[in-house]
T-cell receptor, first 115, second 113 residues
Framework: AQSVTQLDSQVPVFEEAPVELRCNYSSSVSVYLFWYVQYPNQGLQLLLKYLSGSTLVKGINGFEAEFNKSQTSFHLRKPSVHISDTAEYFCAVRSMNTGFQKLVFGTGTRLLVSP | DAGVIQSPRHEVTEMGQEVTLRCKPISGHNSLFWYRQTMMRGLELLIYFNNNVPIDDSGMPEDRFSAKMPNASFSTLKIQPSEPRDSAVYFC???????????FGDGTRLSIL
């Protein structure tokens, strides 16, 4: 089984400042990793995913994440945030085993960007 | 491109009533997922369909919950009878296949009084 820990429930930051949202996971097998964003009253949108290859993954809206296998982490970063980045961000993992494997989500981190 | 369409967006009903949530997946997607999101439990997978067949319903809370997918373009999640603890946001998602990224609808916010 897999589990995902997002230690920060809320991250306040000023506009144009850098931000890092932390994600750690636990799994006995290799996993794929994802970050989703949820804007108010909307569903989740895929920001980026790590399937294989380079450990630095670039996604939409200027976000990137780095997979660190030894630390079992997949932290999300953006060098300069905008007001419009205010949203809830979810880290998720899925086992690489064959057959249907559930997406396991973290509890989310609310990013609050203020002027 | 039309995304995943869910209806209704909001539902308020009294305890004991039957509730039906609807979902139209993205055309061409063969995998459909129903999720429930609450503050206490976060995002939980309720059921997964592949090619209209339920593959994994281990997340369905109890017999009061049922889901169907009569064809590739429509699915329902039914709660009968509803209880206040069923209040949550219910999301439908679809993907090209079970291992492809999932596309989420905007959800149905359900309140059971």
């Amino acid at each position: 089984a897999q589990s995902v820990t997002q230690l920060d429930s809320q991250v306040p930051v000023f506009e144009e400042a850098p931000v890092e949202l932390r994600c750690n996971y636990s799994s006995s097998v290799s996993v794929y990793l994802f970050w989703y964003v949820q804007y108010p009253n909307q569903g989740l949108q895929l920001l980026l995913k790590y399937l294989s290859g380079s450990t630095l993954v670039k996604g939409i809206n200027g976000f990137e994440a780095e997979f660190n296998k030894s630390q079992t982490s997949f932290h999300l970063r953006k060098p300069s945030v905008h007001i419009s980045d205010t949203a809830e961000y979810f880290c998720a993992v899925r086992s690489m085993n064959t057959g249907f494997q559930k997406l396991v989500f973290g509890t989310g981190t609310r990013l609050l960007v203020s002027p | 491109d039309a995304g995943v369409i869910q209806s209704p967006r909001h539902e308020v009903t009294e305890m004991g009533q039957e509730v039906t949530l609807r979902c139209k997946p993205i055309s061409g997607h063969n995998s459909l997922f129903w999720y429930r999101q609450t503050m206490m439990r976060g995002l939980e997978l309720l059921i997964y369909f592949n090619n209209n067949v339920p593959i994994d319903d281990s997340g369905m809370p109890e017999d009061r919950f049922s889901a169907k997918m009569p064809n590739a373009s429509f699915s329902t999640l039914k709660i009968q009878p509803s209880e206040p603890r069923d209040s949550a946001v219910y999301f439908c998602a679809s993907s090209l296949d079970s291992d492809q990224p999932q596309h989420f609808g905007d959800g149905t916010r359900l309140s059971i009084l």
